[in-house]
Structure formats: structure tokens, C-alpha cells
């Protein structure tokens, strides 16, 4: 059920003692963040008549939003808004609330309720009230791809090993299960292959794959004989047949195989996958692929989420019709590297974009030609910002879909940030400044 408590939580009076700066960066952004219209299209995710009452909607978003401007965790950005007068003005929590108003735990599972419609209802409202208002720029698609990295440490062969042999003890804990092979031998074992630096990995891994291979048919016996709901014989068959592709492709590296398909590098992540940069260091990073296109201002137009890495001459056609979705219109030039580059990509974007600079100067008319290297360079400068500076570098949800959420709220933050930068900057005009509600 909804509680209905949209409506502003603050007096003049109370305004007027706390928020003495009416310049600062959330009391603007709380202006011009569509709030009703947020509140309107998630309501969709509640019941509005059966349930308890839950979160009001306004606080929800504002709580996701502003933890991602200031990359607080869920537990800070809790404790900061009832420490902090200005969160708590852009958050509309009033003092009567502010030591319930809600719990870390809460965040989690409003983003399970949510799930990748309501992060894209947030985003796609906060991005469409800029570009009514004439803020973003249509004229230039700047492309590219990098690595959203998962929160995970360094995998290696008998690390996954040793972790798939602990989940299955644990799941023979959890049910009052009499562990089919010496679990604790492999402890030892591990903490000798933790330790010994000048071990042979090769040999650990033979050891530790056999036990493997040993335990899983028992794994497969106790879960048929199990008297448990559907839910976790479903689950426990799901990481059977993770632990079992883990299986096959131990021995698909035994044999020496150099490339496997679909490599497991996590088994709390099971999307991850190891993405090879051109780059010297590190040559590797492990996570899902995104791609991002930004306008020359530096807005970010568009995110999509990918497993693995898909080539960019793949996904190339598809970034142009989102960005016209997102825009209402191509855009007048269109900028990528040497990787987007095909025959056919050439074709589609010459019927689209007026100029197609794909890495090569000749791509484009010599009178141009500078100012479309200045936009290649500019990507780089866009998509380090989006990951070091806005979050984008690392996922801290679980799992695909989370990365996709991550990417979402991290794109709502990074446009209104670049919003906050034109802004203090006076680079926006007074008719947009109208629109947004800033000026009368």
C-alpha cells in the first residue's frame, strides 16, 4: 500500500532557520527533479489497497538519487540525512521522522520491488524534464564501450573451486546433511595454497577439481531427496548446474583449452565474465560490458548493459535508434573509434547523421575534421568521469539486472551533475532556466 504524504514535510519558518543557502547544489536539484511525476508512474509497483503502508514514494527516490550524487553506501546515506539539513530538505524528511524514517535493509528491497522498470521510470523523467527545457544538445552522438566491473576479488581456478566445495557444505549445514567427502582436509589444503608462494597451481588444481568431480553426484542425490519447498529445490538446482559447468570447465582448462565459453569467474556473480581491454594495464577486468553515448556537452544520452563483449560493430546500429528514442531525433554528427567501424555501419549512419566519424579523418570534410577528433578525445574524458567520478566503475548489485539498476541511477546522477555544472557556470539559457521552474 502507498502512503500517500507527497505533499512538502517543511514550514517558511523551518526553511528559513536551516536552508540558508539557496544556491546550493541539492536545494536547486530538488526543484527540478519531477518529483509527482516519479511518484505517479512507480506507484505501479504497490497495491493500493491491501499491505502496510510502505516508504513514500518521494523519500524512496530521493534517498537512491542522492546516494548515488554523493556515493554514499546505503548505511551512510541514511545516517547522513539525519545528520545532514540539507539531505534531509532534498529527501522532504521532516525532524518527527528522521530517526525512523527508514533502514538501510529497506533500500534493498525497494530496489527488488522496483527492479530495472522503476530505476529506467527515474531516470528516463529526470532526463526527459532536461531536455524539454532545451538543456541537452541533439547535434553530436559520442559512442563508446567500457567494463562495468563486478564486486568481486580476482578469481582464480582453485579459488572457485574451493568456494563451490564451501557452498555445498554450507547447503549440507543448512539442512542436517553428513558432509560425503573430508571438507576439512580442503581447508587445509586452501590455506597451504593461500600461503605457499612458490606453489604449482597446476597440481592444487588437479586435487581440487577431482574432489569436485567426487562431491557433485552426491550434491545431485541429497537435493532429489530433499522434502523442501519448490523455492529452494529450485535454487539448489540452479548452483547444481552452476557447479556443474564450473566442472566442465575445469576440465576443459586441464586439457589446456585456452578459450572457454561463458568463463565462470564468480558464483555470486554468475554474469560476470573476463572482458579483455586494449590496454596494457590491466589487459582484463571482470564484470558485464556498457555503452554509453554522450552529447558534446557531456550529458550522458544513453546506457545500454551487456553480458560479455559483444562488438561494438554488433550493437553500433541500435545505440543510433536509442538515442533518437531518447531525443526525439538523429543526431547531426555521429563519433566512435576504429572498433565501430564496417562497411555496413557506415551505410546506416550516412542515413541518419548528416557527418560519421569513425576513427579515420577522412571520414569527415577537412573543415570539420579537427572539431571530430576534439569529440573522439572528449569520449575518453566523458566515459573516465561516468566511472571514477559517477560511479560507474564498479556495480555494487547483485547479478545482471543489478548492474543494469547501477547504471541507470548512476546515469540520472551523472546528468544532473553535468546539469549542476552548466548551471553554476551560466551556461544555460533563460528560457530553459524558465522552463525548469528557476526563474520566473
Known sequence: MIENTFNDNFSQ???????????????????????????????????????????????????????????????????????????????????????????????????????????????????????????????????????LESNISYPTDVKLIFQALSKMSNFADHHNLELWWQHDEIKVRWREFSLNKQRNAWDYLFEFSHVLKYALPGFEIHIKKLNVSEKIKNNAEHLLAVLSLLDSQNDLKIKGVKHIENRIVSLDEIDARPIKKGKKHPNCEFGTTFQATFNRQGFMITVENFIGKPSDKIIYPDALELFKSRMNQYPEISVTDGGYRSNKNLNISKKKADTVFMGRSDDVPEKIREECHKARSATEGFIAVAKHWRGMKCSLYKGFSGDRIWSLLCQAAHNLKKFLQLYYKEKLSERSLIKLGLLE
Open 13 to 147: 519558518e523551518w526553511i528559513a532557520k536551516n536552508i540558508t543557502d539557496s544556491n546550493n547544489e541539492l536545494v536547486i536539484l530538488r526543484e527540478i527533479i519531477p518529483w509527482e511525476k516519479i511518484v505517479k508512474e512507480l506507484s505501479q509497483f504497490y497495491n493500493k489497497i491491501k499491505g502496510c503502508y510502505g516508504k513514500p514514494i518521494r523519500v524512496v527516490v530521493a534517498v537512491l538519487i542522492l546516494g548515488k550524487l554523493r556515493h554514499l553506501s546505503d548505511e551512510n546515506v541514511i545516517k547522513q540525512i539525519q545528520e545532514n539539513r540539507y539531505y534531509q530538505y532534498f529527501c522532504n524528511v521532516p525532524d518527527k521522522e528522521l530517526r525512523v524514517f527508514m533502514s538501510p535493509s529497506s533500500l534493498t528491497r525497494i530496489r527488488q520491488r522496483y527492479g530495472k522498470k522503476g530505476a529506467e521510470i527515474i531516470e528516463k523523467n529526470v532526463f526527459d524534464k532536461m531536455r524539454r527545457a532545451d538543456v541537452i544538445d541533439p547535434k553530436y552522438a559520442l559512442i563508446d564501450t567500457s567494463v
